[in-house]
Nanobody
Framework: QVQLVESGGGLVQAGGSLRLSCAASGRTFSTWTIAWFRQAPGKEREFVAAIKWGGENPYYYADSVKGRFTISRDSAKNTVYLQMNTLKAEDTAVYYC?????????????????WGQGTQVTVSS
């Protein structure tokens, strides 16, 4: 059974930084894509960033976070991180980790079979 556990959310002032972690367990992830999505109150869940476990240049970012957020992985720990810098009030949301094997389009949330419980990020202005 695949499990995804997010951590690292919290309250931060605008311009600050946070690092989210997604610890994955239950199987090997050599061909899987792991992504971060977020959902603000009253809004649809939206893509933030994704990383494919293997291959070169496996990174994908939403335009709204390019240059501010960085997704990375620690293969030994089966953990994916989301470093969030220069945070803005509009980044406030619940952030979810998602994973699935052989994802053709990493940006589409319906392509992901497994989801974590979410972690709240609140950016005060």
């Amino acid at each position: 059974q695949v499990q995804l556990v997010e951590s690292g959310g919290g309250l931060v002032q605008a311009g600050g930084s946070l690092r989210l972690s997604c610890a994955a367990s239950g199987r090997t992830f050599s061909t899987w894509t792991i992504a971060w999505f977020r959902q603000a109150p009253g809004k649809e869940r939206e893509f933030v960033a994704a990383i494919k476990w293997g291959g070169e240049n496996p990174y994908y970012y939403a335009d709204s976070v390019k240059g501010r957020f960085t997704i990375s992985r620690d293969s030994a720990k089966n953990t994916v991180y989301l470093q969030m810098n220069t945070l803005k009030a509009e980044d406030t949301a619940v952030y979810y980790c998602a994973a699935s094997p052989y994802v053709a389009d990493p940006l589409r949330r319906f392509n992901y079979a497994y989801w974590g419980q979410g972690t709240q990020v609140t950016v005060s202005s």
